[in-house]
Nanobody, 123 residues
């Protein structure tokens, strides 16, 4: 069992920044990948970024590349998503999730999910 708790969401103006955190507890394994996804109202949940817990290898979606950065702190069992130059289209609920399958972008490849944190970007 893995528990994931996201935090750091909020309301920000376009061009601003936010840093999301995902604290993991429970049975986290060295082969785990932690990913960030987002879901806007009326849209499918989509991949944002992922990072290997032990390797540090990362993958970032093209739509946010150059603006979003994923990082981790193994000592704190926490993964971060630094979001810069935010746009109104980044408005969504952001979720973190884990998979044992490596750096994957498919929603169905991830097994454990957090409850999500709302990010709202005003124009």
């Amino acid at each position: 069992q893995v528990q994931l708790v996201e935090s750091g969401g909020g309301l920000v103006q376009a061009g601003g920044s936010l840093r999301l955190s995902c604290a993991a507890s429970g049975r986290t394994f060295s082969s785990t990948t932690l990913g960030w996804f987002r879901q806007a109202p009326g849209k499918e949940r989509e991949f944002v970024a992922a990072i290997g817990w032990s390797t540090g290898g990362a993958l970032v979606a093209g739509s946010v590349k150059g603006r979003f950065t994923i990082s981790k702190d193994n000592a704190k069992n926490t993964v971060y998503l630094q979001m810069n130059t935010l746009k109104p289209e980044d408005t969504a609920v952001y979720y973190c999730a884990t998979t044992q399958l490596g750096l994957r972008i498919g929603v169905g490849d991830y097994f454990y999910w957090g409850q999500g944190t709302q990010v709202t970007v005003s124009s």
